[in-house]
């Protein structure tokens, strides 16, 4: 069965320094993996999606297939950045999400 | 559109209570999904529904029932509470199974079982 994991419960960075949320997966085959938020008294969001590789809010991810890795980076943090952070993946054949256990993120002036 | 919602946001619940959660959404989607989220362990699978008249179990559908009468409902029952099931739930739906698409969430219902 495939799994998702964020090792860091908790990350905390200052305002204007680079941060780097990790994620590792495990699945034999190929999966699509997401980013999805969760700011605080909001409902959960998609953030990012490595099919589009596209850059939203200044953050970045990329697909280490080698590595088994989704790690998503931002350059230069911001305090409204502070939220709940969940990287998700799903397998090819259907669409049910497999989540990691989260990383909260908080961004000091 | 108000796109998912939850009814109620909150209840407090009894051992042994039962209860219905109920989720809507007005985007014509045709797969829904019930999570939990607990501390440290992420949002886990309860059911999912991949069209009306259809579900199908999760990663942890113990104590909990779906029914999908109706394409734009999708409602999650606890037969008889348990202080394990006290938890955030929450809502999702997307247009279709293909991977790629995008999962809306609705705003989640905090319960607790005393």
């Known amino acids: 069965a495939q799994r998702v994991t964020q090792p860091e419960k908790l990350l905390s960075v200052f305002k204007g320094a680079p941060v780097e949320l990790k994620c590792n997966y495990s699945?034999?085959?190929?999966?699509?993996l997401f980013w999805y938020v969760q700011y605080s008294r909001q409902r959960l969001q998609l953030l990012l999606r490595?099919?589009s590789r596209e850059s939203i809010k200044g953050f970045t991810a990329d697909l280490n297939k080698g590595e088994t890795s989704f790690h998503l980076k931002k350059p230069f943090a911001q305090e409204e950045d502070s939220a709940m952070y969940y990287c998700?993946?799903?397998?090819?054949?259907?669409?049910?999400?497999?989540f990691g256990e989260g990383t909260q993120l908080t961004v000091n002036p | 559109n108000a796109g998912v919602t939850q009814t109620p946001k909150f209840r407090v619940l009894k051992t042994g209570q039962s209860m219905t959660l109920l989720c809507a959404q007005d985007?014509?989607?045709?797969?829904m999904y019930w999570y939990r989220q607990d501390p440290g362990m992420g949002l886990r699978l309860i059911h999912y529904?991949?069209?009306?008249?259809?579900?199908a179990k999760g990663e942890v559908p113990d104590g909990y029932n779906v029914s999908r009468l109706k394409k734009q409902n999708f409602l999650l029952g606890l037969e008889s509470a348990a202080p394990s099931q006290t938890s955030v739930y929450f809502c999702?739906?997307?247009?279709?199974?293909?991977?790629?698409?995008?999962?809306?969430f609705g705003p989640g219902t905090r319960l607790t079982v005393l």
């Open positions: 985007m014509n989607h045709e797969y």
């Open positions: 699945y034999s085959g190929s999966p699509e």
């Open positions: 999702a739906s997307s247009s279709s199974g293909r991977s790629y698409n995008e999962q809306f």
């Open positions: 529904s991949v069209g009306e008249g259809t579900t």
């Open positions: 998700a993946l799903v397998v090819a054949s259907g669409s049910r999400l497999t």
């Open positions: 490595h099919i």
